[in-house]
């Protein structure tokens, strides 16, 4: 048999019928073993989402409750306050700028959650502010800032005078964005930032108002559910996605072993 | 052509006895994990031993660590197989009966002798 040159007894060794058979097989079991991965991952954040909505569901369930049982103003606000249907009397700051929260439908439709400050009439809360979306509208964001003439005081978004009583789920804080305010609209509703906009006391967390008392005329559509926070991956099915991507690996490189073993013994 | 591969001779019976010292141990280890891991099975899906949860799951009994560590120990085992199989230069198919036997109840403990007599046999053959 001539000498051959490394390489080009590793392409003869790996042309063969029954290496390319070997690598069709191996290559079925690396794809199959990715694909599980995938599999893996999918079923650990469908897991954490499905746990984490069970248990805003189940609090949403039950009849609303007075706000102070579940938060006090300048207070922590815990992931087990998510969801908490409650009930609080006060009346909706005149004289506190109203904002545009932009957030797209589940549908992707542009628009943004109107927030206003409610300061509390009752309780041991009272005279803290509540920060409360009023509900949602749909709009262009590059129309944003001509609506923040509609939420202003005398608009017809304006926040209703008096007293009202609202009824609504808790939600928590979302990270401060950089957005100011400034142009009336506001990246999330962080109540770190609010207490700088509107003063404090404040509460930790915000209320999205499903009910008004008395009804409001505003053409607001009631806020969404408040987006349920998933809980971290488990890091079982993380690790068994990881382990099924390692056994992958495994089939590619028995088959490039065996191509190298082959190729030894066709130069040889 | 004669019998064998003429690679024989180029494998490392010191590297390879090494290697398949490795293999055993971790033949043992994984073929006893997955005993523990098939009688969990058994526990927590046949009989419902830890009863379910609120999703009507059932709950485990021994604990969940138990496929998380055979998942582990797995890994290391394909390890210490591949390593093994590479260096006494075997076909295919003995890795795949190799890989099988760590997933397959008891088939550890059946392969890992057969294993021993193939190393003895090949390595005889390779100084002869």
Same mark, same amino acid.
């Given at each position: 048999? !001539?000498?051959?040159?490394?390489?080009?007894?590793?392409?003869?060794?790996?042309?063969? !019928?029954?290496?390319l058979?070997?690598?069709?097989?191996?290559?079925?079991?690396?794809?199959?073993?990715?694909?599980?991965?995938?599999?893996?991952?999918?079923?650990?954040?469908?897991?954490?989402?499905?746990?984490?909505?069970?248990?805003?569901?189940?609090?949403?369930?039950?009849?609303? #409750?007075?706000?102070?049982?579940?938060?006090?103003?300048?207070?922590?606000?815990?992931?087990?306050?998510?969801?908490?249907?409650?009930? #609080?009397?006060?009346?909706?700051?005149?004289?506190?700028?109203?904002?545009?929260v932009?957030?797209?439908?589940?549908a992707?439709?542009?628009?943004?959650?109107?927030?206003?400050?409610?300061? #509390?009439?009752?309780?041991?809360?009272?005279?803290?502010?509540?920060?409360?979306?009023?509900?949602?509208?749909? @709009?262009?964001?590059?129309?944003?800032?001509?609506?923040?003439?509609?939420?202003? !005081?005398?608009?017809?978004?304006?926040?209703? !005078?008096?007293n009202?009583?609202?009824?609504?789920?808790?939600?928590?804080?979302?990270?401060?964005?950089?957005?100011?305010?400034?142009?009336g609209?506001?990246?999330?509703?962080? =109540?770190?930032?609010? @207490?700088?906009?509107?003063?404090?006391?404040?509460?930790?967390?915000?209320?999205? #108002?499903?009910?008004?008392? =008395?009804?409001?005329?505003a053409?607001?559509?009631?806020?969404?559910?408040p987006?349920?926070?998933?809980?971290?991956? =488990?890091?079982?099915?993380?690790?068994?996605?990881?382990?099924?991507?390692?056994?992958?690996?495994?089939?590619?490189?028995?088959?490039?072993?065996?191509v190298?073993?082959?190729?030894r013994?066709?130069?040889? | 052509?004669?019998?064998?591969?003429?690679?024989?001779? /180029?494998?490392?019976?010191?590297?390879?006895?090494?290697?398949?010292?490795?293999?055993?141990? +971790?033949?043992? $280890?994984?073929?006893? +994990?997955?005993?523990?891991?098939?009688?969990?099975m058994?526990?927590?899906?046949?009989?419902?031993?830890?009863?379910?949860?609120?999703?009507?799951?059932?709950?485990?009994?021994?604990? /969940?660590?138990?496929?998380?560590a055979?998942?582990?120990?797995?890994?290391?085992?394909?390890?210490?197989?591949?390593?093994?199989w590479?260096?006494m230069?075997?076909?295919? /198919?003995?890795?795949?009966? +190799?890989?099988?036997?760590?997933? $397959?109840? $008891?088939? /550890?403990?059946?392969?890992?002798?057969?294993?021993?007599?193939?190393?003895?046999?090949?390595?005889?053959?390779?100084?002869?």
């Open positions: 048999m !001539p000498t051959r040159s490394r390489t080009s007894a590793w392409f003869a060794a790996a042309r063969q !019928p029954r290496i058979g070997l690598l069709l097989i191996l290559l079925v079991a690396a794809g199959i073993c990715v694909r599980l991965g995938a599999w893996q991952l999918d079923r650990a954040v469908e897991r954490s989402e499905r746990a984490a909505l069970r248990a805003a569901e189940a609090r949403a369930d039950t009849a609303p #409750v007075p706000l102070d049982d579940v938060v006090r103003p300048q207070t922590g606000f815990t992931q087990a306050m998510v969801g908490r249907s409650v009930e #609080v009397a006060g009346e909706f700051v005149q004289g506190a700028a109203q904002y545009l932009p957030e797209a439908d589940p992707g439709e542009p628009g943004g959650l109107v927030l206003a400050a409610f300061r #509390v009439g009752e309780g041991a809360g009272e005279g803290a502010i509540l920060p409360v979306v009023r509900g949602r509208l749909d @709009a262009d964001p590059a129309d944003l800032g001509a609506l923040a003439f509609r939420l202003s !005081p005398g608009g017809d978004l304006a926040a209703p !005078p008096g009202v009583r609202l009824m609504g789920v808790l939600a928590g804080s979302e990270a401060a964005q950089s957005a100011s305010g400034s142009d609209t506001l990246g999330s509703i962080s =109540p770190g930032q609010l @207490a700088n906009l509107w003063g404090s006391p404040i509460y930790g967390g915000y209320l999205r #108002v499903l009910e008004v008392q =008395p009804a409001q005329t053409s607001l559509d009631p806020a969404p559910a987006a349920v926070r998933r809980g971290g991956l =488990p890091l079982q099915n993380l690790a068994y996605a990881v382990q099924w991507w390692i056994f992958g690996g495994f089939a590619v490189a028995v088959w490039l072993r065996l190298r073993d082959e190729g013994r066709l130069r040889e | 052509m004669t019998a064998l591969p003429p690679t024989r001779a /180029s494998i490392d019976a010191g590297r390879a006895r090494a290697a398949f010292a490795r293999y055993r141990v +971790m033949a043992f $280890v994984t073929g006893g +994990m997955l005993l523990l891991l098939t009688l969990e058994v526990l927590k899906y046949v009989f419902h031993a830890g009863g379910v949860d609120a999703a009507g799951d059932p709950e485990p009994v021994i604990g /969940s660590w138990v496929a998380f055979h998942g582990w120990i797995y890994v290391v085992y394909l390890v210490t197989v591949f390593d093994l590479s260096r230069r075997w076909g295919a /198919s003995r890795i795949l009966v +190799m890989v099988a036997a760590g997933v $397959v109840p $008891v088939l /550890s403990f059946v392969i890992e002798p057969r294993a021993a007599r193939w190393v003895d046999t090949d390595l005889r053959a390779a100084q002869a």
